[in-house]
């Protein structure tokens, strides 16, 4: 019956306060739960050993630790990157991206056993596939399926959390990007919700300014950041700098055209007094002109921003192509001419997260085939 269990991870501070008090436990078993499931990360009841064993065994029996079952998991050659396929309940599945580096300036060291790795950095998403449907895309392309729940955000995270603090590390994550799979302003309250689990000090504990979510252009989720006076990085998929050629690469900006965007953006750096990173993936004889690099300063002059240039990852059923990196370059320097801050992959989150539901797309072809194989 596990369908009808409580995802535990799926209840904030207040709901799991809410489900002990039916079960007549004190107040103060919230807290030894809390540091079972966020600090020392445990996916066994088992291991909660200063709970009472007839409350470990109505755990195990109403309850869940998460509901994701990883089901493939890539590493990159060096190492360093790792995708993990999950598998839900329902059989939808979901990616998520471990990417470490080397060094990182201001990052908190950790002892040199294990090796220093300076950043941790998990990528995670909110959504099965997206509706906003950018053609550029492997998840947009996809298609959508559903939203994830709370649960399946936050198991996302405790799955490489997990790893990492095998590996050793006292810190297990340093960063936390909200970039994979989905538009996570489209149901804002649950991935705030999930914001709030990695920022509680009870929870993750994690500095809101490690982490950053990225928004295709959903102006109610900027205005709903200001409103919670959050201090999380913002990140916006920018890709054009005119409505005509967004309205194509970005298909919601139909709905919130880039004047109501940008002016949603000014909004937030006036509120916030944070910097707002544009992200551009450049796309051969698209979007990558120099005249369009002047468009996009014109368009963000002025505003407390940064650009990220991301040579497009191109897509298995992409009609685009990676620009050449002559004109990539040519593009950074009119963008830093005209005083727009400009980095070129440096975020090596964004053009690997950008790879995001790859991995997804390719499980699900081998298992076409295989049904194929099979039929
Ligand atoms: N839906 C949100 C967040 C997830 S996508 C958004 O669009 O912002 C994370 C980033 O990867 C976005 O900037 C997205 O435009 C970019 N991206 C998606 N596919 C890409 C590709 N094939 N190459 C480069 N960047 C890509
Ligand atoms: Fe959705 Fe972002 Fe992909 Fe566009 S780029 S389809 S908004 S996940």
């Known amino acids: 019956m596990s369908e009808k269990r409580i995802d535990l991870l799926s209840l904030d501070t207040n709901e799991l306060t809410g489900l002990l ?11 030894q739960m809390e540091n079972w499931l966020y600090h020392e ?8 050993s200063n709970l009472p064993l007839p409350l470990r065994a109505r755990l195990q029996e109403q309850t869940t630790i998460g509901t994701l079952k990883s089901v493939a998991v890539r590493d990159s050659a060096d190492g360093l990157t790792h995708k993990a396929l999950f598998q839900m309940s329902d059989g939808q599945t979901v990616e998520t991206v471990l990417m470490r580096y080397l060094d990182a300036p201001g990052s908190p060291q950790d002892t040199a056993d294990p090796p220093a790795i300076a950043r941790r950095t998990v990528c995670i998403s909110t959504q099965v596939g997206c509706p906003v449907g950018c053609p550029f895309c492997e998840t947009g392309q996809a298609g959508f399926v559903r939203n994830l729940t709370l649960g399946e955000i936050v198991g996302q995270v405790l799955f490489f959390a997990r790893a990492q603090k095998r590996a050793g590390y006292a810190t297990p994550l340093t960063n936390i990007v909200i970039m994979g799979m989905g538009e996570p302003f489209m149901k804002f309250n649950v991935t705030w919700r999930a914001i709030k689990a990695f920022t509680d000090p009870a929870r993750f504990g994690m500095g809101a300014r490690r982490i950053t979510v990225s928004t295709s252009g959903y102006t109610e989720g900027i205005y709903a950041l200001i409103e919670k006076g959050s201090q999380v990085n913002l990140a916006v998929s920018l890709h054009a700098p005119d409505d005509a050629l967004r309205d194509r690469l970005v298909p919601v900006n139909r709905k919130h055209p880039l004047r109501e965007l940008i002016k949603a953006c000014r909004d937030y750096v006036r509120a916030t007094h944070r910097r707002v990173t544009f992200e551009y993936a450049l796309m051969d004889g698209i979007n990558d002109s120099p005249a369009q690099a002047s468009a996009v300063a014109q368009l963000l002059s002025g505003l407390l921003c940064h650009v990220n240039l991301i040579p497009l990852n191109p897509t298995s059923e992409s009609p685009y192509q990676r620009t050449p990196m002559a004109r990539v370059q040519e593009f950074e320097r009119v963008l830093r001419a005209s005083n727009i801050p ?4 440096v975020e090596k989150g964004i053009e690997i997260a950008a790879g995001c539901g790859q991995l997804r797309q390719q499980v699900n072809k081998q298992r076409i085939s295989e049904l194929q194989l099979a039929l």
């Open 21 to 31: 008090t039916r079960w007549n436990e004190p107040v103060y078993r919230v807290k």
């Open 342 to 345: 400009t980095t070129l992959r």
């Open 41 to 48: 990360l445990v996916d066994d009841f088992d291991a909660m």
